[in-house]
């Protein structure tokens, strides 16, 4: 059976979207949506001394426009890449699989982006090269499913002859599952992940970027992810 799950176009995406992505075999990106406000799409998530921190992508915002995802650009004349790289170094450095991992993940912030969508295939390409993952991607911008967000996902399994779609636990507010299994697919509900493992600094903090993740279980990430 195959599966399929859609997901924001996070900046070093989230251990929960990446529990979604480690279960399916086509993820639809969502990138013809509007920018949400307020939303964390462009930011990544790490652990400090402090607790949890955001790394923040600036990113152009039109005047009384939300901007589509697929258009947004990157305001390069903020110094953005060199403070990212700067809080990485100075948190992970001492995590287990920081001197194995960084190089590659360092390569990411040497380049100049002025397209944001550009930044998040690198930003992802690299944990799914460490993951050995390889779904099949699909984007909003290739693909226009119309009618309510169930017809929508209907629409997206027929044609990638998927049949079961992997949601987050608690989406019955916004999702209504009950109509892909009246159509003969089934909505598989993806619970959020509290299990906790060995972190940098003292306490927990859940759901980080999945760069926490790899940097302190190095190879073992695929295998937390895939616990629940």
Known sequence: MNHLTTIFPEYFPSI???QKMSRSDVVFILDDRPLRSGGKMNRMSIKTSAGKHYLTVPVYIPLHKKPIIRNLSIDSTRFWRKKHSKSLLVNYRNAPYFEHYWPVIETIFLRDYSDYMELFYESISVILSILNMNPRFVTGSGFHPAGSREEQILGILKKESCRSYLIEAGSEAYFDGSVLEENGYSCVKV??????????????????????LVMNLGPESKYYLMKN
């Open 191 to 212: 619970p959020d992940s509290r299990l906790e493992y060995p972190q940098q600094f003292l306490g927990f903090e859940s759901n980080l970027s999945v760069l926490d």
């Open 16 to 18: 929960r979207t990446f």
